[in-house]
């Protein structure tokens, strides 16, 4: 089919015209020569179609990647375990195929390092190409269609491109009565509604089976073709049989209503009569609406319901067309499938009585026939008319007829009594196309000649030449049984000459007839007849052709011999006058035929029947595609005929005048012939003279304009235009000179003559708007005079060489097209749209041009365009620029051009790279964004291009586009102006540039200078940032990615924000088709309210309707993305996560061949801290990374830091060491368990590289205790538990792991090597040194140090919710953090103060005074470790004496660990002053002035070492007052408290870390025990979540087992402090004030109380019984201490028998008075206070109350029988001590009475009497009382 008779270029499609009119007879053959504008219809209908292969590109793309998930931390689940299950379940079948996609996960072998399977043995590739899963879904053609003016190709037109075709067979036909008979009938497409025939007749026969010969016919089908379905469309079958004999079987029979069957003489009688009788009479009729259901037949009984009806009627008819019926499939082929065809039976065949017309048919009030008894059987079945499949055949050219018969690419179903044949391959193909006869079997199928095809506005494709006859009524004054036969003649000359053989014949197979019969009209006055008479026509005819009718009369009736007609009369009818009509014509009858009688003069001569009325009636239709109905087309044919054979007059202007006057013919005629016409007309210009040529011209655009305007589709191009310049137009098939010459040139002097200014009539603007027909027809000239050159002398296989184009012709095309380009700037400014279609036109011409002609004649013209369109032009220039160049560089060829001198590179893309930079800075953003995406596209054409997968073609690329890097690089603010989509498409570029560069040229980006690099490396950084992949749901370990970009309201829906513009409209299209396609597939998307799901939450109504108002886009991206069904939403996920996923690893490549480039220092970069890699590294680890990334990340972090460490280990790289340190544990967190391994090794390589650089790891571990205390605050260290108590997290217990992974030696090694990295990879040799330094102990003691942290931070956050609660609990947690982070000073420092705030707020203001000392304190510290402070180490010692907390082992490495933003640069001088003066001020909050003393001494130093005068003099004031204080304090007559104390024990299970422990509390002075009681219960009562909580009532020792368990107790004891030299084995009572004694420091770590308890079991017992226990705890630390409570870590207890207590209790009270007595006083006037203790003490001592005190003593000892008890040593000590009690007793009145006024005589009075009855009482006991007084 294809005979590729130029070339390779063109492609012939040869013409399936039908066979029988393909031989045009000899009618027409031998007058070809004669007549050229025949010649031109004859070969414009013969010749192939010949089709340019290039024209409309040709693009073979790669089948595009799979991709697989990537494995993402998310709070969801563990997708990877799932895939690998999901894997698993995978039949084995699956594996092997997957073995040959390639790899497209970068799947990594340990011996190959990530080493893409698909690519191995080529390229390195970390990962896949970004670049595919930007554009995943990228779609040449329809990324074509997308660009003004572009050009579609038209399916090739065959007349059927919308129809329908139903073809119908007749399967059988049966009477009640029997089938005896032959029967014969017609079938056709017929209007009800029009009454008026659509299709020619399919005529079959039916025989009964005695008679069916071998070869049967009625199997053939009959092909029908419609436009659209429509319910008047029906089926007319009309039947008819052999004439009845007279006195035979009469057809009655077969209409009875009883049930008859024919008798065997019957049917003999019938089968002899209908051997002898060749006529026929119509026996009945029946009319079958296909697409109408509900319609009863016309003949009364329910018509069988219609057979198209359901599937078709409803829809509209495209929709019809194209989707399979419910029971007919859209089968392409012919071949009988049983599936797709319907069977009807038709009976309600309507008996035909006497004659019936057309008309009768349809009258309603006809009265209705008997119906006949039978049974018609068809077959009907619908075709598709599908343009594709015959497309495809013929693209694939293969030699079946099979599809391409039927298929679009028809022709057209005209002519065709002569079938092809359908299903069957042409066993023969003749070389015009035509089938040979002897082939043509009896099963081919009719193709129905289209009545509409004459009628349509089409121009004809095809050879028909032929009148239909139908001969209607013969009025006769008597009953005939009458026939009529019908000839063509020549002429009316000699009647025996025989008659022109052109009747078609009624059988099939049958060569043409000389005539023709009708039916028989049997016994009929007026005699009907419904035949149709089918002639062909001559090619030319004169006057003298004509038909002949001869009437016949017959005797129904054998009589000796079979019955002879007789010729009735004649009638005549010449061609010339009446063929066109369409109406009915009347003829008069004559009875005799004399020569010549056409001729009006022998007309008197003739004699007429019935005297001479037209009495025959009769109706032609002449179906021609040669003889054109138009007189002016006419005209031009004849004119043209002359000119070309030179007969017309030399004159020549008759031509013109018809040339003329053809914008006058009317458009269905002009459409019609329009092929021929253009034909002629370019011949015209091709070679006629140069008036000739203009007025052909004109015409022609004319012509052209009127065809364009008419076009109904509203399309660019008309698409029979476009059919004529792809198929048709052939350059006279080479017999002629070719037109571009003549056509440039005339069009060129008409473009020139416009430019100089002459008027040249508005026909200007249309040849301009139809430029691109012109511009094409000159190319595909030029193409085909190329193909034909060296069609012969071309080697096999070669293409063909571009051709040169002739200087002259050369010349004329530059100037024309230079006309034009400045028509089109000149109408571009006037904003009028011709401009840009011509524009378009223009590029396309320079496109084709590529293709054929020498490119750097082409380039001429292309520099030409870019001269005129220079810079930065206005908008609408500026778009027309872009869109020639988007033409331009769409050529197939567009990689392999050659540039402009022979030493450049590709030109075009060259002046693309320049045209595009410069566009990025155009101000108009949308020209921005065009110019992006050309780019893109262009980048993604090549990228999937078959022909350029190689490695060196890739890398060929990659160079022509690589200088656009250079110009982003040099103008950076371009790129850093455009809007973030326009960002990630330059990216993109960048990305796909930079992969496929070789080494050596990437490093020609470095070399140039430092800043360059740097910015090459920022753009990478934008890769990052802009494709990082970022799901809705993440929140927690993402870091900051919560900003959402705002990017340019897009005008389509925005689905995602990652991925190429062109997602977004493959995915409304898809949610369309999914709408669309099926509401009811089980699932109800909810379209989501857009604000719902929108990812900056709105926090009210009112600001989400704002929101809603503001944002222009109507829905966010996420919500659309919500309602995207889940298969397309999963599919834009995928895509996202692996473009993230590629971009990641594509910039980890390119980092890792600077980092091995680097070390060559061979590269302009910064080599004192390698910046580019540390903002890299920096940034990579910050963003969202999937599984793949990490894996592929660890082996090049590891080779960096061989390469590098010690530059990015040096302290400038601090900020960068601290950033990755941070990431590292921020991964040792994820749940996914093989990135938390990875994090693992991270931390590992950095303390290799630790150990390596600075032979410890002191630093690294400031750096980690830093970050972890920064990632403390952005993990969930707790989770909520169901009965909302808090535990501790996931996330805290993967960072455990991951820190004691680090240290597990044992697994060290298999970690590594599961990472890819060498078992030794932590062997750390630092240089010049032979041994590793790596020291496992050394790590262990750094991940408990962080651990350590970790559980600080962790104990803190599960206080969270009773923080304010439980106050101690939170100082505490508050006081671990501190001391966990103590290496960090400004850790350390951050949480003292922490504490301190939280002290201030309860009013613990000594405990906050010492929070304060201790930051000072670490301050203090670091100033003396650097030397450059006022203070040494006796003052650090000083301030340890008042907080004994501070530590000496503050390192130097930590003191000096500068990291980014912590460090020693905080600690100075000044700081260590202010939070002095802090501790300063809360220590007289608290009244603790002794220790404010000892602050200001260690601020003084400082004041004198800055000469501060001001400040000293202010401290000394300050001094002054606390001396002051002090001694008020002292001399205060009741002694000073700073606390109580209380002992605390919880014992309980729900007390958690709290159970069976001992704290002493110190509390405010006023806090009595009741209080804390309650304020306990009331902290604790809150946990225990209906434990019951019990208070232990005494203060006994607790056996914790032998409470009850379940139930929670606490146990308060009131306890005293302890004195440094205290006596605790001392028997007395302890009074505090007797140890006030001097000013100390009240610091205290030991306590006691006292508890009485009897040894004899009973509660409570008298003096005599009561023992005593005395109980010292000693605690972690001493108070004030940073926390109110301390634990107790030692508890010792004494026992006192009850005469010690007694002999105690007594020694007290001397003491208190004694001391109260010797106090020395420091002046006489200060007796208040004095006289008031005084008093206090003395009424306690001896005003008598029996059995108190004294007395009880004497009572319980010395009186019977305990008295005996006593051991005569203790009887001495008791009396002794009671005789010196009642003696101080006696010297304390005496003072009294001198201290008193008046006032107090009664009181000193009641004093006397109260001793001297004492001393009586005792006087009892101890008689020696009274003389010792």
């Known amino acids: 089919m294809e005979t590729s008779s130029s070339g390779y270029r063109f492609r012939r499609i040869p013409h399936h015209s039908f066979a029988g009119s393909l031989n045009l007879d000899p009618l027409l053959d031998e007058n070809l020569e004669q007549w050229p504008h025949l010649n031109e219809l004859v070969q414009c209908y013969r010749t192939d179609w010949v089709k340019d292969e290039n024209k409309y590109g040709h693009y073979e793309s790669v089948s595009p990647p799979s991709f697989q998930s990537q494995i993402y931390e998310c709070p969801d689940t563990d997708i990877e375990t799932e895939m690998h299950l999901a894997n698993a379940r995978r039949p084995k079948i699956e594996d092997s195929i997957d073995g040959e996609i390639p790899s497209t996960s970068g799947t990594q072998h340990s011996e190959a390092n990530f080493s893409d399977l698909s690519n191995a043995k080529v390229s390195k590739h970390f990962g896949e190409s970004p670049l595919p899963t930007y554009e995943p879904v990228f779609d040449w053609e329809n990324e074509r269609s997308l660009i003004f003016g572009q050009r579609i190709p038209e399916a090739h037109m065959s007349q059927y ?54 070869s049967s016919s009625h199997e053939r089908r009959c092909i029908f073709h419609l436009d659209a379905p429509s319910a008047s469309i029906c089926l007319l079958i009309q039947l008819e049989k052999p004439a009845t004999e007279e006195g035979g079987v009469s057809p009655s029979v077969y209409s009875r209503k009883e049930p008859v069957h024919l008798t065997e003489r019957e049917k003999q009688k019938l089968q002899v009569w209908s051997r002898i009788m060749p006529y026929r009479e119509s026996f009945s009729w029946a009319i079958i609406p296909l697409f109408d ?191 009529i036969r019908v000839e063509l003649r020549k002429d009316d000359t000699d009647i025996r000459k025989p008659h022109l053989e052109a009747m078609h014949p009624r059988e099939p197979g049958v060569p043409l007839q000389k005539w023709s019969h009708t039916q028989v009209a049997v016994g009929a006055r007026v005699a009907s007849y419904h035949d149709e008479i089918k002639v062909s026509l001559p090619a030319i005819w004169t006057p003298s052709h004509h038909l002949l009718f001869t009437f016949y009369h017959v005797d129904l009736q054998t009589k000796l011999e079979a019955p002879k007609p007789v010729v009735i009369g004649y009638a005549s009818l010449p061609l010339s006058t009446h063929a066109q009509f369409r109406s009915e014509i009347s003829l008069p009858i004559i009875k005799e035929l004399v020569p010549h009688y056409l001729q009006e003069s022998g007309k008197e001569r003739l004699d007429y029947l019935e005297d001479g009325k037209n009495i025959f009636k009769l109706r032609l239709r002449l179906c021609s595609s040669l003889y054109p109905v138009s007189e002016r087309i006419r005209d031009f044919f004849l004119e043209y005929d002359r000119h070309t054979l030179r007969t017309s007059p030399p004159w020549g202007s008759e031509l013109l005048e018809a040339i003329n006057s053809l914008k006058n013919v009317d458009s269905t005629a002009l459409l019609q012939f329009l092929y021929p016409i253009l034909n002629m007309l370019l011949h015209l210009i091709g070679n006629g003279g140069e008036t000739l040529q203009v007025a052909a011209f004109r015409a022609m655009v004319n012509i052209l304009t009127r065809v364009q305007q008419e076009s109904v589709d509203e399309a660019e191009r008309n698409a029979f235009l476009v059919n004529f310049v792809d198929y048709a137009f052939d350059d006279f098939g080479g017999r002629q000179p070719p037109v571009y010459p003549g056509l440039s040139t005339v069009w060129g002097s008409l473009a020139r003559s416009k430019a100089k200014g002459y008027r040249v009539g508005p026909v200007y603007d ?19 005079e190329q193909a034909r050159s060296f069609y012969h002398n071309l080697p096999s296989g070669e293409d063909v060489p571009p051709m040169q184009l002739k200087e002259g012709v050369f010349r004329c095309v530059v100037q024309l097209y230079d006309c034009l380009l400045t028509e089109v700037h000149e109408r571009c400014k006037k904003g009028l749209s011709l401009a840009k279609h011509l524009n378009s036109s223009l590029a396309f011409f320079c496109y084709d041009l590529l293709s054929i002609i020498e490119p750097r004649q082409v380039f001429e013209l292309v520099s030409l365009y870019l001269d005129k369109f220079s810079g930065v032009c206005q908008t609408v220039l500026h778009d027309c620029k872009l869109t020639f160049l988007q033409i331009i560089c769409d050529h197939d060829l567009f990689v392999e051009m050659p540039g402009r001198d022979p030493s450049d590179r590709n030109y075009l893309s060259s002046i693309l790279i320049q045209e595009i930079f410069l566009t990025w800075d155009h101000d108009d953003l949308s020209m921005r964004a065009k110019a992006a995406r050309i780019l893109v596209v262009l980048m993604c054409k090549h990228e999937f291009d078959i022909r350029y997968q190689k490695q060196e073609d890739k890398l060929y690329i990659a160079q022509l586009y690589f200088p656009l890097v250079g110009q982003i690089l040099d103008e950076m603010p371009v790129f850093y102006n455009l809007s973030t989509i326009e960002k ?75 991925l190429s513009p062109a997602i977004n409209h493959y995915m409304s299209e898809a949610a369309r088709q999914e709408v669309r396609g099926t509401p009811d597939n089980g699932y109800l998307w909810q379209r989501v309210n857009s604000q719902l799901s929108s990812p900056s939450q709105p926090y009210s109504l009112r600001e989400a309707l704002a929101q809603a108002q503001s944002s222009r886009i109507g829905a966010s991206a996420l919500a659309l993305r919500e309602s995207l069904h889940p ?67 660890v082996p090049v972090f590891n080779s960096v830091f061989e390469l590098h460490g010690a530059t990015l280990m040096a302290r400038e790289n601090d900020r960068f060491l601290k950033q990755i340190a941070f990431h590292l544990l921020r991964l040792a967190v994820f749940r996914n368990d093989n990135i938390r391994k990875r994090a693992v090794i991270g931390l590992q390589i950095l303390i290799r590289s630790s150990f390596s650089y600075f032979m410890q790891t002191g630093r690294l571990r400031v750096m980690l205790t830093i970050t972890l205390s920064e990632l403390m605050s952005e993990v969930q260290v707790t989770q909520m538990k169901p009965d909302g108590t808090l535990e501790e997290s996931g996330e805290a217990r993967r960072l455990r792991n991951s820190l004691e992974e680090m240290v597990d030696e044992a697994k060290s090694s298999s970690l590594l090597v599961e990472s890819g990295l060498p078992e030794n990879a932590l062997v750390a040799v630092p240089e010049g040194l032979a041994e590793n330094r790596w020291s496992w102990s050394e790590v262990k003691f750094l991940s408990e140090s962080l651990l350590m942290a970790l559980d600080a931070s962790l104990e803190h956050a599960l206080l969270g919710s009773v923080m304010n609660l439980d106050r101690y609990a939170a100082a505490e947690s508050f006081y671990k953090l501190a001391m966990a982070f103590s290496p960090v000073p400004d850790l350390h420092i951050m949480w003292l103060l922490h504490l301190c705030d939280a002290h201030q707020e309860m009013q613990s203001w000594a405990e906050a005074a010492q929070c304060a000392v201790a930051v000072a304190g670490v301050v203090m510290q670091a100033l003396v470790c650097r030397n450059d402070g006022v203070w040494s180490k006796d003052h650090v010692s000083a301030l340890r004496k008042i907080c004994p907390m501070v530590s000496s082992d503050i390192t130097s490495e930590a003191s000096a660990a500068e990291v980014e933003g912590y460090g020693a640069s905080k600690l100075t001088v000044d700081s260590a002053v202010k939070y002095l003066q802090l501790a300063n001020k809360l220590f007289s909050q608290a009244e603790l002035f002794h ?146 004694g001097s000013v100390r420091a009240r610091v205290f770590d030991r306590f006691l109380f006292d508890t009485p308890f009897t040894k004899n079991g009973k509660t409570q017992g008298g003096l005599e019984d009561q023992w005593k226990r005395r109980t010292v705890l000693q605690t972690e630390g001493s108070f004030p201490a940073l926390v109110n409570r ?144």
């Open 1491 to 1636: 220790f404010c003393a000892s602050i200001l001494e260690l601020v003084i130093p400082v004041y004198k070492s800055r000469k501060a005068y001001g400040q000293l003099a202010k401290c000394h004031t300050m001094l002054t007052n606390i001396y002051e204080s002090i001694l008020e304090q002292e001399s205060s007559p009741i002694p000073f408290t700073d606390a109580t104390y209380y002992r605390v024990g919880f014992y309980g299970e729900k007390f958690g870390k709290l159970d069976r422990k001992e704290y002493v509390y110190r509390e405010p002075r006023d806090v009595r025990l009741g209080d804390i009681m309650e304020k306990l219960s009331h902290v604790y009562e809150s946990r225990m979540d209906g434990t019951t909580l019990h208070v232990i009532p005494d203060s006994r020792q607790v056996k914790a087992d032998e409470l009850q368990p379940g139930v929670c107790y606490l146990q308060i004891t009131a306890v005293d402090p302890v004195m440094e030299d205290e006596d605790l084995g001392s028997r007395r009572e302890r009074i505090f004030s007797l140890s006030t």
């Open 161 to 214: 491109t919308s129809g329908l075709k139903i073809a119908v067979k007749v399967l059988s036909l049966s009477f009640q009565a029997g089938l005896a008979e032959p029967f014969y009938g017609t079938i056709c497409l017929y209007n009800r509604e029009r009454r008026e025939k659509l299709s020619e007749d399919f005529i079959f026969h039916v025989l009964p089976t005695e008679m069916q010969e071998a």
């Open 293 to 483: 259901s509900n319609i009863t037949s016309v003949g009364g009984s329910a018509s069988p319901s219609s057979p198209l009806a359901p599937s078709v009627s409803a829809s509209s008819s495209q929709e019809g067309i194209t989707e399979p019926l419910s029971k007919i499939t859209a089968d392409g082929k012919l071949g009988y499938s049983n599936g797709n065809s319907i069977v009807v039976e038709v009976s309600n065949l309507n008996k035909v009585k006497e004659g019936y017309t057309e008309e009768s048919l349809q009258d309603p009030k006809r009265k209705v026939h008997k119906p006949v008894k039978g049974v018609l059987k068809l077959e009907i079945e619908k075709l598709p008319a599908s343009s594709a499949e015959a497309e495809n055949a013929l693209e694939s050219g293969s030699l079946t007829y099979d599809s391409l018969d039927h298929g679009d690419h028809l022709t057209d179903a005209t002519s065709m009594k002569c079938p092809t044949n359908g299903s069957f391959e042409m066993k023969e193909l003749v070389r015009n196309g035509s089938v040979a006869h002897e082939n043509v079997e009896n099963t081919a199928d009719f193709e129905a000649f289209d009545f509409r095809t004459t009628t349509r506005n089409e121009p004809f494709l095809q050879l028909f030449h032929c009148l239909y006859v139908y001969p209607l009524t013969v009025s006769m004054s008597r009953k005939r049984n009458m026939f």
């Open 766 to 784: 249309d040849v301009l708007a139809m430029a691109w027909f012109f511009l094409e027809l000159i190319v595909k000239s030029m193409a085909l």
């Open 984 to 1058: 990630r498409e330059v990216l993109i570029i960048f990305l796909q540039i930079v992969r496929n560069l070789d080494d050596e040229s990437l490093v020609k980006a470095w070399e140039q200078s430092i800043a360059r690099t740097r910015l090459f490396f920022k753009l990478l950084e934008e890769c990052l940032m802009h494709f990082e992949h970022r799901k809705p749901a993440d929140g927690m370990l993402v870091g900051s990615s919560s900003r959402s970009v705002i990017g340019d309201g897009p005008a389509s829906p925005k689905y995602s924000d990652r």
């Open 1686 to 1829: 301390l634990l107790v870590i030692k508890s010792e207890s004494l026992e006192f028998s009850p005469v010690e207590n007694a002999i105690g209790m007594i020694e007290t009270r001397t003491a208190a008075l004694r001391n109260e007595l010797e106090e020395p006083r420091s002046s006489e006037g200060d007796q208040l206070p004095r006289l008031q203790s005084l008093q206090r003490i003395l009424q306690g001592s001896v005003a008598v109350q029996v059995n108190s005190g004294v007395l009880s003593v004497c009572t319980a000892f010395l009186s019977g029988e305990p008295a005996t008890r006593l051991r005569s040593q203790e009887l001495q000590q008791l009396i002794a001590a009671l005789l010196e009690f009642m003696a101080v007793c006696k010297r304390a009145i005496r003072v009294h009475f001198r201290l008193i006024g008046e006032e107090d005589q009664d009181f000193h009075t009641q004093l006397v009497n109260g001793f001297q009855s004492l001393t009586a009482e005792l006087s009892h006991y101890i008689p020696a009382i009274l003389s010792e007084l």
């Open 1127 to 1193: 298969i397309l939403r999963q599919k834009l996920e995928l895509w996202e996560e692996n473009l993230s996923a590629a971009v990641s690893l594509q910039v980890l490549e390119v980092s890792e061949k600077f980092s091995r480039t680097a070390v060559t220092k061979h590269i302009a970069t910064d080599y004192g801290k390698l910046d580019c890699i540390t903002s890299i590294f920096m940034n990579v680890f910050s963003r969202n990374q999937p599984l793949s990334f990490w894996k592929a990340l």
